[in-house]
């Protein structure tokens, strides 16, 4: 084999190597980048569940309130 036929199959070696690593590597971090978009969403989801979980029950305690005034009148007094 010549000089110029090893340098082009060591080359083209060298270099199938290095976009396969490469494509590999960009593969694993859009997986990364991919499953961190997932744990945002649940995440996100989580805090519009709580938030109306928590509306839920702020209407529940206006009820109530409302109720218990009915039953016993609360007096407001001014804190001067």
Known sequence: MSRTA????????????????????????EKEFMHAGILRDEERRAKKDKFQQNKLELEQQLILQREYEKIQPVKKHDNR
């Open 6 to 29: 090893k340098f082009t199959l060591i080359a083209t070696i060298f270099v199938s190597t290095g976009i396969i690593w490469g494509v590999h590597h960009l593969q694993k971090k």
